[in-house]
């Protein structure tokens, strides 16, 4: 992508984020609110933006500084109302959100001839309309605790999860679409989840691929507005998230129109080590009011260290690397076999790439575009 886009942002907002950093609170400060993040993800696929927005009173003096980013022109005017804030409290292990509204709501502006009047409770419907229904899979199979972890973060956003996971483990499995069965009918299984009365899920014979190809189709209920992958017991970095099945389901889920984010933790493959799940969600969590209000088909890459939250580096929007520290190895055995197994190469990594800023503690995420054609050589062929 290469051609200016023209955003209208009608309420940006200063978001601040309170965290624990060694002991210490470490407060940042970062533009948000609608219309922004759209423009974050923009400029990340390559393609400058004008954003058209209003900026009013203190918060929008201050606005104009944080919304000085590389990619993004923008042109303002002057509001009648200061712009809103919105504060994420991460100290304690978690997020705690608090909104700041730009104004209260002025119930006597606008009187009509049905003032004074009680209003019919239209709540239910106000729920059915915005309550986002969320597919939750992952590659880790039905009883990981990263799965259970990331149908979790949905509950406490008060969406609506289904989770539909694998029956058994299914890494490396890309977007993979075999079923257990060679006639094309798919097993599927009620289960009940720790710690997750009330949610549906189903234990699905079939790999994350598939999984996801049957929810955007209705499979699993009404058509999910976002699906999330994970939280993977890994990471997933680098050009190798082609094979990764958590990946996989989230670009299956991208190409048929739904709204995806992969998450995964980085962290060592020792089945004994304490793992930070919590870490995961909490960062997943911050992302996913946002991601809501991304295109139809928007993926996202995310990978978080595996420690406390408070001991984790701000997130960083960042490319794919070439390579990672993890690399396929293959072995010839003997006549008719063949080993695949995996090497860890010491050296540099890529500076600025998601395996080198994830190493160096950050949490890191990376907007993955869904299979299309390649536009400029397919323009080249054509003349």
Known sequence: MTDQVAVFAPSPQVTVTVEELEGRPDVHLHAGGQGFWQSRMITALGSPVTLCCAFGGETGQVLRHLMQVPGIEVRARA??????????????????????PARPRDRQRHRGPRAGRPRRDQSHRREDRMTPRVLVTNDDGIDSPGLHALARCALDLGWTPVVAAPVTESSGTSAGLTAARDDRQVAVE???????????????????????????????????????????????????????????????????????VAVSLDTELDPGAERHWDTATAFCRDLLPGVMELPGSTVLNLNVPDRPVGHVRPLRW????????????????G???????????????????????????????????????DEALLRSLRE
Do not use: M, W
């Open 79 to 100: 509001g009648t109302a200061r712009n809103g804030a919105y504060v994420h409290d991460r100290r304690g292990g978690g997020p705690r959100a608090q909104r700041h």
């Open 190 to 260: 009620r289960r009940t989840l720790p710690g997750l009365a009330g949610v549906t899920a189903y234990a699905v014979a079939a790999y994350p691929g598939l999984i996801a190809l049957i929810a955007c189709h209705d499979g699993f209920g009404d058509r999910p507005d976002l699906l999330l992958s994970g939280v993977n017991l890994g990471g997933n970095i680098g050009r190798a998230v082609l094979h990764s099945g958590t990946v996989g389901a989230a670009l299956t889920a991208g190409v048929n129109g739904v709204r995806a």
């Open 318 to 333: 960042v490319p794919l690397a070439t390579y990672g520290r993890v690399q396929s190895k293959v072995t010839q055995l």
């Open 335 to 373: 006549a008719g076999l063949i080993e695949v197994g995996s090497v860890v190469v010491e050296g540099e990594l890529e500076p600025g790439s998601d395996a080198a800023l994830l190493a160096e503690g950050h949490a890191t995420c990376t907007p993955l575009r869904p299979v299309s054609e």
